[in-house]
């Protein structure tokens, strides 16, 4: 274990940020200081592990983002945390991160099945966004499919919203 000043430490991009926002999309938004003190920052971290890697002159959070980012609520920008830092390569990182979400989600499933279906279209997206823009494919056994039995969703409709497109913003897109 590293310690380093949270400051140096930032969201990732690409992929790793894709599951990074999905991971925090599919979290309970009860605000972290009604549950936890600055004091305890060090146990929850010795618990959850934050890995980073190096990338210029500042670091990107790899997997831990949850516990990262209660850190990153509760302490000064100038405090410094303990990390693991790691030199794996970008699609191992990107399969471990990938891996960390879908078993938190299934291990953690919420029983309301209005948060289930919400976790579910999260995944959904982040996969078609992982596909289509980083050519990275969910395993077989966490197809959509598969998925949706997993969490419990098996024979339900589950819609996703899709926003309509503005004439401008298709006359832009086509140019």
């Not at 000043?5 to 926002?21: D, F, N, Q, T």
């Not at 000064?76 to 891996?99: H, P, Q, Y």
């Not at 979400?101 to 289930?116: N, Q, Y």
């Not at 596909?131 to 098996?154: F, V």
């Amino acid at each position: 274990m590293t310690k380093l000043v949270i400051s140096k430490i930032k969201s990732p991009s690409g992929a790793l940020g894709e599951i990074e926002r999905v991971n925090l999309a599919v979290t309970n938004q009860m605000p972290v200081s009604s549950w936890l003190d600055a004091e305890l920052v060090d146990v929850l971290l010795a618990y959850h592990p934050v890995s980073v890697r190096k990338v210029s002159r500042h670091y990107e959070v790899v997997s831990g983002f949850r516990p990262f980012h209660v850190a990153n609520a509760l302490l000064e920008s100038e405090e410094v945390i303990s990390v693991r830092i790691t030199n794996d390569k970008e699609i191992d990182l990107v399969k471990g991160a990938l891996f960390e979400l879908v078993t938190h989600s299934l291990m953690h499933c919420p029983v309301a099945i209005d948060a289930r279906e919400h976790v579910y279209r999260q995944l959904n997206e982040l996969s078609t966004i992982l596909r289509k823009t980083h050519g990275i494919e969910m395993p077989n056994k966490l197809s959509r499919r598969k998925l949706k039995d997993l969490l419990g969703l098996k024979g339900r409709r589950i819609t996703i919203s899709r926003q309509r497109k503005s004439e401008l913003q298709r006359i832009l897109e086509s140019h």
